[in-house]
């Protein structure tokens, strides 16, 4: 594209100069070899060729390698509109070059998972996408960026679960931001892609730096808590409609959904009312209450109703304090503050309007649950 910028060819030798092992960088074609971690691999970042061999002018030198010629390969990324491509060709080398092993004698494609070797230098060939997905994100800025990632051999998708990363100009609690971060998926602002388009080596674009999570703890700890917050509870949907919204969210943090007999009248319909006296509300059974649904007052004598919003701000803040009460969620503290023992990000969370149950740390601060409060639904001009 008009934008690429070469880059050279990247060896991780050194740990601030290593991709985050959750984070991904960029649409990158990569070279690892088995067993030796990051410590072995190399990265390319935009198109152009890279040279392998034991001379010091090499991309990738070998220059303790005996078997390895002194110009022994080349690699070649190449990028048209939202794809990238990365093919080898053999400088007529000694020893050969290898892929999945039968030796190559023209300039062969490569692929995720293939295997490439270099004389009796293995690597495996990896792929890490750039795909996409935009939530609470203005028109005009959601152009700029699409019309960059596609320089990039990047696109744009529409499902969060297709995504690499999620773009938002500031954090708001939405349906993708929840399963983005139960999902390990970065959330990053719109600046991330414009630096990928201008960075001269990979570290210019660590997305760290462009992360809008702010206080909240996206660490390893705090994902496996989210995973499995909603373990043991049923969510009974009052609305059928509602379903699509939050069905993944639940599926992923460990819950089952559950859907109530539809019912357009003021009068609960038998089947509602056999429903009802089957699956009665607890700490375990949590009805969520729906739009339209016109029995409602009848039906919160007997069953205590929860709105919606409750579902991804509990995932958010990894808290079940918004559904249990008092004693539930006090049982409940000392397994979340000893699983965060070890998590000093959750510690940097502004603890004191969000925190329910005492001693139970919330893992995120107020004002971001503030900010998207009203951003499950979307709002004008942006994508929710």
């Known amino acids: 594209?008009?934008?690429?910028?070469?880059?050279?060819?990247?060896?991780?030798?050194?740990?601030?100069?290593?991709?985050?092992?959750?984070?991904?960088?960029?649409?990158?074609?990569?070279?690892?070899?088995?067993?030796?971690?990051?410590?072995?691999?190399?990265?390319?970042?935009?198109?152009?060729?890279?040279t392998i061999g034991r001379l010091g002018s090499c991309s990738i030198c070998f220059a303790g390698a005996a078997q390895i010629s002194r110009n022994h390969a080349s690699i070649t990324v190449s990028a048209s509109r939202q794809v990238t491509s990365l093919s080898v060709k053999d400088s007529g080398s000694k020893y050969g070059t290898r892929v999945d092993g039968k030796q190559i004698n023209k300039e062969t494609e490569l692929h995720p998972g293939s295997e490439l070797e270099f004389a009796r230098i293995v690597f495996t060939v990896t792929y890490t996408p750039l795909d996409l997905c935009f939530s609470q994100v203005g028109t005009s800025v959601l152009n700029k960026v699409v019309e960059t990632v596609h320089t990039l051999g990047g696109r744009k998708v529409d499902s969060i679960a297709d995504a690499s990363h999620l773009i938002m100009e500031h954090f708001a609690v939405t349906n993708k931001?929840?399963?983005?971060?139960?999902?390990?998926?970065?959330?990053?602002?719109?600046?991330?892609?414009?630096?990928?388009?201008?960075a001269r080596i990979v570290d210019d674009a660590d997305p760290s730096r462009f992360l809008v999570t702010g206080l909240l703890d996206i660490s390893a700890e705090a994902t496996?808590?989210?995973?499995?917050?909603?373990?043991?509870?049923?969510?009974?949907?009052?609305?059928?409609?509602?379903?699509?919204?939050?069905?993944?969210?639940?599926?992923?943090?460990?819950?089952?959904?559950l859907l109530a007999p539809s019912s357009k009248r003021k009068q609960p319909t038998k089947a509602l009312l056999a429903f009802l006296k089957l699956h009665p509300s607890s700490p375990t059974t949590i009805y969520i209450d729906g739009p339209n649904f016109a029995p409602r007052k009848i039906v919160e004598k007997t069953h205590t109703l929860h709105d919606f919003s409750r579902i991804p701000q509990s995932l958010v803040q990894g808290d079940l304090s918004l559904f249990l009460g008092d004693e539930q969620s006090q049982e409940n503290a000392q397994d979340y503050s000893e699983a965060f023992e070890a998590s000093p990000v959750a510690l940097l969370a502004d603890l004191s309007i969000l925190q329910v149950a005492p001693n139970l740390p919330n893992l995120v601060s107020s004002s971001l649950v503030a900010s998207g409060e009203n951003a499950l639904l979307g709002g004008d001009n942006h994508i929710p």
């Open 1 to 50: 594209g008009p934008n690429a910028v070469a880059l050279s060819f990247l060896p991780l030798l050194h740990s601030h100069l290593r991709p985050p092992a959750s984070l991904v960088l960029s649409p990158m074609w990569g070279l690892t070899q088995p067993d030796s971690g990051e410590q072995g691999s190399y990265y390319f970042h935009l198109p152009r060729t890279y």
């Open 177 to 198: 931001s929840v399963y983005a971060i139960l999902s390990n998926i970065p959330i990053v602002s719109p600046n991330f892609v414009f630096a990928l388009a201008t």
């Open 224 to 257: 496996a808590i989210r995973r499995s917050l909603f373990e043991g509870l049923t969510f009974v949907l009052l609305n059928s409609a509602m379903r699509r919204n939050c069905q993944e969210m639940v599926s992923l943090a460990g819950g089952k959904i």
